[in-house]
């Protein structure tokens, strides 16, 4: 698993609108799924290709404490990896902000068990297969 590093790859990860993309939601997150083909090929290394590049998005409207943020992607980073996903690039977004009456703490187990309930949810379509 690559990350994706720079706005260019993010910009065409999120800015496809064709038959190659797919988006999947959930209550909380989007994911946005490029297949990559030659014409990205300036974009993601050709060396590399045949795995999945995955990039976080996580604004601070959504999650205003750092360490909320740091949280979510290092579980996003985490299931990725323990769980291959399908040769692709993958942008996942947080769209709304979790309950403060249900997650008092910015960093607790309790946080961090539901953002991987809801992303290993959201995830499955895009798995390898083993």
Same mark, same amino acid.
């Given at each position: 698993?690559?990350? =994706? =590093? ?10 496809? @609108? +064709? ?21 990205? %090929? &300036? ?6 290709? =045949?795995? %999945?590049?995955?990039?976080?998005? +996580? ?13 979510? *992607?290092?579980?996003? !980073? ?11 690039? !993958?942008?996942?977004? /947080? *769209?709304?902000?979790?309950? *403060?009456? $249900?997650?008092? &703490? %910015?960093? &607790?187990?309790? $946080? ?6 809801? /992303? $290993? ?5 895009? @798995?390898?297969? &083993?």
């Amino acid at each position: 698993m690559q990350h =994706l =590093l720079h706005k260019s790859q993010f910009d065409a990860v999120l800015g496809t @609108r +064709s038959v190659l993309s797919k988006t999947a939601r959930s209550e909380h997150f989007f994911v946005h799924r490029l297949q990559i083909t030659a014409e990205h %090929a &300036s974009l993601f290394p050709a060396a590399i290709a =045949l795995e %999945a590049f995955v990039g976080v998005m +996580s604004a601070k409207r959504f999650a205003k404490r750092a360490v909320t943020r740091n949280l979510i *992607k290092r579980q996003i !980073y985490a299931i990725t990896t323990e769980f291959p996903l399908v040769p692709a690039a !993958y942008a996942v977004r /947080l *769209k709304a902000p979790f309950a *403060k009456d $249900l997650f008092v &703490s %910015a960093s &607790s187990e309790r $946080l961090k068990r539901a953002v991987r309930a809801e /992303l $290993l949810a959201l995830l499955e379509p895009f @798995r390898l297969p &083993s």
